[in-house]
């Protein structure tokens, strides 16, 4: 079973920065596309960015050009550096382990238990 562990959240300014990591444990973390999502209040969990067993990458129109998930397969983390933050951004933030390619993601089923991410204005 796969267990995912978000870490990195807190309470930052608009305009400053965050990284977030997300552990992995219990799949074969090379061979997974993995991706960050949100859920702020009220609105349903969305997808922010998704990265590839290649390394391809893909996000949302709300967060491009501010947002950068990387992946460590060695320490089987992902990472989503956050600039320029935005009150809009304030949400719990979930990394998921799926399936999918530069231009789609496919979510699997397990989640870990979220980081929330608070931008003061």
């Known amino acids: 079973q796969v267990q995912l562990m978000e870490s990195g959240g807190g309470l930052v300014q608009a305009g400053g920065s965050l990284r977030l990591s997300c552990a992995a444990s219990?799949?074969?973390?090379?061979?997974?596309?993995m991706g960050w999502y949100r859920q702020a209040p009220g609105k349903q969990r969305e997808l922010v960015a998704h990265?590839?067993?290649?390394?391809?990458?893909g996000y949302a129109d709300s967060v491009k050009g501010r947002f950068i998930i990387s992946r460590d397969n060695a320490k089987s983390t992902v990472y989503l550096q956050m600039n320029s933050l935005k009150p809009e951004d304030t949400a719990v933030y979930y990394c998921?382990?799926?399936?999918?390619?530069?231009?789609?993601?496919?979510?699997?089923?397990?989640w870990g238990p979220g980081t929330q991410v608070t931008v003061s204005s």
């Open positions: 219990g799949t074969i973390f090379s061979i997974n596309t």
């Open positions: 990265i590839s067993s290649g390394g391809s990458t």
């Open positions: 998921n382990a799926g399936n999918g390619g530069r231009y789609y993601y496919v979510p699997g089923a397990s």
